[in-house]
């Protein structure tokens, strides 16, 4: 299912998505280059988030042969500096270079290993953007996994969700995102998925500001935005997508899209 938006909606939001990506990943050398189904992984990306129709796709990478690869499916790409600590610093420095008027007003932050990502979802992160609700959006799933919910590597966000709201993707304000087993007692938990959808002015503040205490303790970056008093939507959807980190993961990748071209 797609979120809707108004013609409106998004002339308030003018949606830009970018893509950070860059070569250096120890468990998948040469990672956003890696082939799946005759396209690089980055290509792959980048077709989910055209698919998503909210505004123009941007990669923002740091090596040349990322570049090469995104323009030969039609696509732009922006070189950066290849020692940003972050995706977001990426992205910022991309969007300062193609867009210095500053015409996009909020900016979508998808991670570049996220090849099989329902477009949906992409679209969903601007939610709680809308009417200035929230600086940041995000994305939760409900944990239904037993084992997850004790793993470190499954963050968690905290986010008090109305159960009377029948809306298919409701919205909560995240209060606080821990690899800990939170909130307490009896009731759902929901993993954090990790992608945002920025105000300009948020995104611009967010690097300017040096990584936070709770940041460093959790290794959570979206501690800072809170840390600093930004205002983080979480939407919840139905399904945590993919991420490659692994050859097992691209494999699993592989299967999910020659199943969808099977349809």
């Given at each position: 299912m797609m979120t809707q938006f108004s013609a409106a909606d998004l002339a308030s939001l003018a949606p830009i998505v970018m893509i950070p990506a860059r070569m250096a990943s120890t468990r998948l050398p040469n990672k956003p280059l890696a082939d799946i189904l005759g396209q690089p992984m980055i290509v792959r990306v980048w077709e989910r988030a055209m698919a998503a129709n909210v505004g123009p796709v941007v990669v923002a990478c740091a090596e040349p042969e990322i570049k090469a690869a995104v323009e030969a499916a039609g696509g732009i790409a922006v070189l950066t500096d290849p020692d940003h600590p972050s995706g977001s610093d990426r992205i910022f420095e991309a969007l300062s270079k193609i867009d210095p008027a500053g015409g996009h007003r909020a900016i979508i932050?998808?991670?570049?290993?996220?090849?099989?990502?329902?477009?949906?979802?992409?679209?969903?992160?601007?939610?709680?953007?809308?009417?200035?609700?929230?600086?940041?959006?995000?994305l939760v799933a409900e944990i239904v996994r037993e084992e997850e919910k004790t793993n470190p590597n499954v963050v968690k966000a905290v986010a008090g969700f109305d159960p009377a709201d029948s809306d298919p993707w409701p919205t909560a304000r995240a209060l606080y995102f821990s690899r800990a087993t939170v909130p307490a007692n009896a009731g759902p938990l929901y993993h954090h998925i990790g992608l945002y959808a920025y105000s300009?002015?948020?995104?611009?503040?967010?690097?300017?500001?040096?990584?936070?205490?709770l940041e460093r303790r959790e290794k959570l970056e979206q501690l800072r935005a809170l840390e600093h008093g930004l205002r983080i939507g979480a939407v919840r959807v139905d399904t945590v997508p993919l991420?490659?980190?692994?050859?097992?993961?691209?494999?699993?990748?592989?299967?999910?899209?020659?199943?969808?071209?099977?349809?």
């Open positions: 932050n998808v991670q570049g290993d996220l090849p099989t990502i329902d477009p949906a979802l992409i679209r969903a992160a601007l939610k709680p953007l809308l009417g200035g609700a929230a600086d940041i959006g995000t300009r002015e948020a995104l611009a503040s967010f690097v300017g500001w040096p990584p936070g205490i991420g490659v980190d692994t050859s097992e993961d691209l494999e699993r990748a592989r299967e999910i899209l020659a199943a969808e071209l099977q349809k």
